[in-house]
């Protein structure tokens, strides 16, 4: 977006690139507005659903049902009277999101938590420690990023429902899991699916630590555990940060793993869950879709606005998430 | 209106086990690795004196602690994707040439139902309009933006607008457009979509069931939330071509369009490879926005939703695997395509 002008002789060009001439200083401002006016026309543009959701969730029931959010303005009433039946209702039409906000929470800190620190040692042995065949370990984790979860989920569930038998010896009993108990499913589905990606991601950052370093720490005589834990761990914090938000917006907002793993039941059901059932059972009841949709948007939102930096750095990072 | 918090009570439970179970597991692997070394350092040093002691020669260092230290460091990881990732992908693959309730083996039959029924076929095709669309308007929107938006004034507040979307969930994401597209047979429209027609001096539609156009609009959905991904990751590509490329290109007084057809494009193809296979993966696989919205009614329905339909509701496992098996083949030539970029990169 910046103006090239010809007819200046090219000694008199500055070396920022401002056009040294009146009009060429003009036409460059003028772009730069221009660019700047559109850009923010387009961001406006891209908030107004989100917006447009936000002050639905606050207006009574029947003005969402019979006028538009945009009127909400000229007649103002507001209300949190949505929030408080979506969330707390007793009847099972209202959703009862509260409970199902902390199933939410309850499926996505040890989701995010157990990849984190497998991976974490995985990607350390991968690059530091020597063994035979290690690359084409690597290379092996590396490739089952492409397989689609699609793949693992109809024999996963069929594990956790029968168990593992070979050849009539029982190799592992059926889980067995009710209710609650459901959440140990969805973490260890969840675990499975994330850590091709959470070993390519952490071993991109880990293997680019300073080979001196670790080779010091060698010679004085630090076993592998000893090096993970006092030097490798606090170098790579903002590569544990970057995957853990990634991990983290990926199991809040996830509807597949959640939907065939913990089940649509109040114990279990997390927010997206509840919120697909309730947009495909009761589409028109905009009061409580708006408000229950903001509900689930919140975390995330406030998690990814504090630490978008380290979310950005985490996105350029890697690349193919499976 | 009591919400009762005792009900909750398992749950909280159940989330500290999990937590415990978290700090046994990797403390106890930690404390494994700390402790065994240690123990067979100290016996080395023992046999060390004693050898010395009785004059006999010293035993031999024998390498192969290393590989043991990575064997414990990998074995959660290796466990988990066997059992959770390699052994069911297998097992899908084969039950993908089983009936539906895995008795009876019928060969490539599931395969060949994948085309000939009309319904699944229109899903492939459906998704086929998916992975053409989206990756190339979100990339496509995301490149102009950012070219647009650097060095534009409020540049960071005006990219997180964009990006924000990112955070929202899919299912969220698919309520709030929902909600553009709603319509009213009479009195205010309360939809966006369907008010901007009224005053256009349009008839107010039923947007989500009117076939193929009802495909775009849930394509509009995801475009949204992806083009923030695409507009960071180019942005950032754009900001690291050279100054001195540029400033060189200027001195020669290239047009801006010319700057952006043949320095600006050529820097950051890379990164537009990147972005157009991350989301060409993710709209093969697109499954949320189309389970909220129309629950894939009305010809709307994708690969990954009619898997889900197939395994888990209608019971048949054999169709159900196979689709899943069929996306797995139409991953797989898009990541050939990456990697080889990838290496082309390292050795140019």
Known sequence: MTTATPTVAVGTQKTDGTPTTTAGRVRKRLNSRTATLV?????????IPTFGLLVSSLRPEDEIKTTGWWTGFTNPQFTLE????????????????????INSLAITIPSVLFPLAFACLAAYALAWIKFRGRDWLYIAIFALQIVPLQMALVP????????????????MP???????????QVWFAHTCFALPFAVFLLHNFISQLPGDLMEAARVDGATHPKIFRTIVLPLITPALAAFGIFQFLWVWNDLLVALIFAGGGNETAPLTVKLAEMAGTRGNEWQRLTAGAFVSIVVPLIVFLSLQRFFVRGLLAGSVKG | MEFDFAEQQPKFLMLMYGLIAFVAVVGGLLLLLDVVPAWFARRR????????????????RRKQGEGLFALFFLLPTLLLLTVGLVIPAIRTTLLSLMDGTSTNWVGLRNYGWMFAEDTIFRVLINTLIWVLLVPLVATGFGLIYAVLVDKARFEAVAKSLIFLPMAISFVGASIIWKFVYAYRGEGDQIGLLNQIVVTLGGEPQQWLLESPLNTLLLIVIMVWIQAGFAMVVLSAAIKSIPGDIVEAARLDGVSPWQMFWQITMPSIRPALIVVMVTLTIASLKVFDIVRTTTNGNYDTSVIANEMYNQAFRYGQNGQGSALAVFLFILVIPVVIYQIRNLRQQREG
């Open chain 1, 82 to 101: 949505n929030y408080q039946q979506v969330l707390f209702g007793q009847s099972s039409s209202s959703g009862q999101l509260a409970g199902s906000f």
């Open chain 1, 156 to 171: 996963l569930l069929k594990f956790f429902s029968t168990g593992v038998t070979l050849g009539g010896v029982t190799l």
């Open chain 1, 39 to 47: 850009s923010i026309v387009i961001a406006v543009l891209w908030t």
């Open chain 2, 45 to 60: 040093e023992a046999q060390l004196v004693a050898a010395s002691v009785s004059g006999a020669p010293l035993p031999r």
């Open chain 1, 174 to 184: 059926a889980w067995d899991l009710v209710d609650e108990q459901k959440f140990a």
